[in-house]
């Protein structure tokens, strides 16, 4: 299922749900890279899926290790270790870990937040610690034993898209997150 909005000039959000693929650990059908072209998504080229459709024209023709330099770079700022536990009301609690990395120290502390989702608890943390980003479009599905997030994000002044791969969806969409605040925020 697929709900996108568009009005002039503007993207709004984007729901997308993939259907997940039963596969047996030994039986996983082998991806085969195939060979790059300057006009190939990387993504594709690599996993075999199409990356999103404005992604995958920014993208064209990058080398693997380019793409993830431009779109999932390790920042100064990580959310790390997100964990929950379920609450009444729909609620959730959840722990994460903050790494901050300047020139000559690396700091981690353990937060906690009450919030409806994983997006909202990094969204939450991520505004927390002065990065405030918000998500136009989201796609998140399952490559092979992780999960892939690929958003696009804004504040105020900057539109960027970023991607975050984990072991399970939260942690893909922390890292995610993570990239974007580090591409919009330095």
Known sequence: MSLYL???????????????RETHPLTAPQQTPTQH???????????GHQLPRGLREEARGMEWRTFINTYAPM??????????ESRRG???HYTATMITNSEHHRSTFDTEIIATGPVSACT????D?????????????????????FIYTCNNVHRTWAMGFGGTA??????????AAHLIYG
């Open 90 to 92: 729909g609620m959730f």
């Open 75 to 84: 920042g100064n700022l990580r959310i790390s270790n997100l964990e929950f």
């Open 129 to 149: 610690a002065g990065r405030r980003i918000e998500i136009l479009e989201f796609h998140q599905f399952e490559i092979f034993e992780a999960t892939v997030t």
């Open 6 to 20: 568009r009005t002039q000039n503007s993207r709004h959000s984007t729901i997308i749900n993939f259907p997940q």
């Open 170 to 179: 939260e942690h893909s969409a922390a890292a995610a997150m993570s990239s």
């Open 37 to 47: 072209t300057p006009n190939s998504d990387p993504f594709q080229d690599r996993f």
């Open 124 to 127: 939450n943390l991520l505004a």
